[in-house]
């Protein structure tokens, strides 16, 4: 260790002890920003890009276990993002499945995928699937998460955020075909509530801290609609190289704001 680590060290531990884990935000979302351009600057390539940023998911659980948080959703593949090349898109893929395995594996992690299915290679889609099947009973059956339950981990893969608006109004609007419901009865009893039922995150708490790595100040369709209340924290820093001191200032950032929730 050297000397900027020990600093590092010593830093995160003072902002750490004065944290008040009573301010501490139940749901985090994560923007995992900046693999590629990280890769560029340290002379690799965005396949190893994307792994030293996998690689980093497993700390940043930790520190939201440590510091009470209990669902973190992780933004790991959009639905623009398969627009890239196959000779990136394939490896990021594979990249992606030992990640979701690594976190069924851990034994503390509740795995939840958000995302079209549909949109993924039938490989992912079975990872996927065993991964949240698998860790389905972690720490409890309490979707919200709570003290003593393992971390709900909502891995979003082939996720964007119109297409889940899109997918929830699609979900709503079956449900009720198969009860009979005509149109005229949906329109009087259709309502923000009702659409949230059918969300890939429903029955879990929406977000309350919303962090992006790498200096981009924007959403890119990240959790629009559970996300009209959170708090955004950007970091400058590439996401393979947050550190515990870059997420306890953004838990210390949180609980010095004033959520007013438009009053």
Sequence with gaps: ????????????????????????????????????????????????????????????????????????????????????????????????????????????????????????????????????????????????GGSGGGIIVNVAVGYGGRQEIADAVRSLLLDHSSRGTTFEELAEVVSTDLISEHLYTRGQPDPDLVIRTSGEQRLSGFMLWQSAHSEYYFCEVFWPAFRKVDFLRALRDYAARHRRYGA
């Design 1 to 144: 260790m050297n000397l900027r680590d020990l600093v590092y060290g010593l830093y995160a531990r003072r902002v750490g002890g004065r944290l008040d884990h009573d301010q501490v935000p139940k749901h985090i979302g994560v923007i995992l920003d900046g693999n590629r351009r990280w890769a560029k600057a340290s002379g690799g390539s965005a396949v190893q890009g994307h792994q030293a940023g996998a690689d980093k998911i497993s700390e940043l659980l930790g520190w939201c276990s440590e510091t009470d948080v209990e669902v973190v959703t992780l933004w790991l593949l959009s639905t623009d993002n398969f627009d890239r090349p196959e000779a990136e898109l394939i490896p990021l893929l594979g990249i992606i499945e030992n990640t979701v395995r690594q976190l069924a594996s851990d034994g503390r992690w509740r795995v939840h995928h958000v995302g079209t299915l549909d949109l993924l290679p039938a490989r992912t889609q079975t990872v996927l699937k065993e991964a949240e099947e698998a860790t389905a009973g972690v720490g409890g059956t309490s979707q919200a």
